[in-house]
Each structure stands twice: as C-alpha cells, then as structure tokens.
C-alpha cells in the first residue's frame, strides 16, 4: 500500500517571500503520478501541480514548482512570491498508474497562512 | 457549463436514517470517486467506479454504498451501519486517454453531512 506524509501540519509566510512545502510518500510502483492540490477556506479542491514520475524535469506552473527526488521518495512544492490568495490547505497526493483512472492516495496537509 | 456538481451543500440526518448524496459531472468523465474528508485526516477513498455499471471499494467503505447506472452520476449513500458519519465529502471524476497521457481528478465543491 502507498503511503503520504506531510510533516508540517502548519505554515506561515510572509506576503512575497518564498515558502516550501514538504512531501514523501512510500511505495513499490515505478510507474505513478504526483500531485499538490490546495484547498483554499471555500473547501474546493484546486489542482495546483502534477508531476509524473518518469520525467526527471521538475514541473511548473507560474509561481509554483516542485522539488522531485524519486530515489529520496520526496516531493516538495515551493511557493515563489507568496500572495495573500495562496492560503489554504495544501495536500501531497500520490496516483499509481494502472492504465489510467486510479484513485488518488493523500497526505493529511499542511495549512499554510500568507501574512500581509 | 462545464463542471461536477453535488447536492445538497449541507446535509442533517438523524441516527439511524439512511441519506443519498448526489454528485453529477457533464465532462464526458469515464471514473468518479468519493472521498471522505475529516479535521486531520486528509481524504480518504470511500469508493470508485471507472466505467458504469460497475465500482470498487476503497479503504473506508463500511457502511456506504453506491451506484453507477449513468456515466454523469454517481450518488453516495450513507447508511445507519456507518458509526461515525458527520464529515465533508467529496465526489471527483476523471478522464485517461493514451493519446493525452492525462489522468487528473477534478472535484466538486462538496457535501457537509453532520448527524444530529
């Protein structure tokens, strides 16, 4: 069974620094996907980032990017430019791949505030 | 429009009643899930199913059960045989095609059960 672990249960940032969030997972698949999802104070879950984990290149998207070891088994989503917008719950999740339609496993989170 | 909605936003149940979520996408989506959310716990899989007419177990589905009769819907029932019901829920889909190697769940705003 996989496995997902988010060690910091809270985080603060001031607005326009830079935050990192932590992730590992534990799993015998060599073929999944990785995701960070944030779930702001309305409760809908957002895709932030996706990273499959064939493809060595970190993804990205805007202000956010991830940092992927899969030898470590690590999967840290950095926030650049933090703005007040980013607070919210923010969830590590893992996905093997069966061909595809698979449920997603997830850590706990990490509630991260931005400080004006 | 484009999306999944649930219904209803809030939900009451007294013990001992039975009580059916409703969760539709019109994204043309071949799996859905449904995942339970509690304070620190992350989400975790109630059930899923990746084509109609047929579904699978997660991790928590002791007293839950679903159907899959229509592509579009995949409604939840929470029965007297779950202890503990009060909970967000939330229903997602997805949609995996070799051509676009894509395999993201999106999910809809979700469903506060609490028993009174």
């Known amino acids: 069974a996989q496995t997902v672990t988010q060690s910091q249960p809270e985080m603060s940032v001031q607005e326009a620094e830079t935050v990192t969030l932590s992730c590992t997972y534990d799993t015998s698949e060599n073929n999944y996907y990785l995701f960070w999802y944030k779930q702001p104070p309305s409760r809908q879950m957002i895709l932030v980032i996706r990273?499959?984990?064939?493809?060595?290149q970190n993804a990205t998207e805007n202000r956010f990017s991830v940092n992927f070891q899969k030898a470590a088994k690590s999967f840290s989503l950095k926030i650049s430019d933090s703005q007040l917008g980013d607070t919210a719950m923010y969830f590590c999740?893992?996905?093997?791949?069966?061909?595809?339609?698979?449920?997603?496993?997830f850590g706990k989170g990490t509630r991260l505030s931005v400080i004006a | 429009d484009g999306g999944i909605t649930q219904s209803p936003k809030y939900l009451f149940r007294k013990e001992g009643q039975n009580v059916t979520l409703s969760c539709e996408q019109n994204l043309n989506h071949d799996a859905m899930y449904w995942y339970r959310q509690d304070p620190g716990q992350g989400l975790r899989l109630i059930y899923y199913s990746q084509i109609v007419n047929d579904f699978q177990k997660g991790d928590i589905a002791e007293g839950y059960s679903v159907s899959r009769e229509k592509k579009e819907s995949f409604p939840l029932t929470v029965t007297s045989a779950q202890k503990n019901p009060t909970a967000f829920y939330l229903c997602a889909s997805s949609i995996w095609t070799e051509l676009s190697s894509t395999d993201t769940q999106y999910f809809g705003p979700g469903t506060r059960l609490t028993v009174l």
């Open positions: 999740a893992f996905m093997k791949f069966r061909g595809g339609n698979t449920p997603l496993v």
């Open positions: 990273q499959e984990a064939y493809k060595q």
